[in-house]
Nanobody, 122 residues
Framework: QVQLAESGGGLVQAGGSLRLSCAAS????????MGWFRQAPGKEREFVAR????????YYVDSVKGRFTISRDNAKNTVYLQMNSLKPEDTAVYYC???????????????WGQGTQVTVSS
């Protein structure tokens, strides 16, 4: 069982930055691939980024490439999402999730956090 808790969301102006954190419980954190997803009002949950258990492999959706960076610190059981050059269209609830696989598919993630709101004003 893995419990996830996101933090770091907030209100920021366009062009600004935020760093999201996701703290995980359990002693097997490094065995899980981790992902960040987001969901805007009236839209489906969207894959944003993923990172392998070791942190050696990452993957991003095209719309955030070059602006967002996913990373992890297995000693702290934490995964991060550094978001730079934020745009109003990045506004959403952001969720972290844990998977036994290195995947972008939400249905292949076993554990989810409660989400943190990110609002980007124009």
């Amino acid at each position: 069982q893995v419990q996830l808790a996101e933090s770091g969301g907030g209100l920021v102006q366009a062009g600004g930055s935020l760093r999201l954190s996701c703290a995980a419980s359990g002693r097997t954190f490094s065995s899980y691939g981790m992902g960040w997803f987001r969901q805007a009002p009236g839209k489906e949950r969207e894959f944003v980024a993923r990172i392998s258990g070791s942190g050696g492999s990452t993957y991003y959706v095209d719309s955030v490439k070059g602006r967002f960076t996913i990373s992890r610190d297995n000693a702290k059981n934490t995964v991060y999402l550094q978001m730079n050059s934020l745009k109003p269209e990045d506004t959403a609830v952001y969720y972290c999730a844990a998977s036994r696989f290195f995947t972008y598919r939400p249905d292949e993630y076993d554990y989810w956090g409660q989400g943190t709101q990110v609002t980007v004003s124009s």
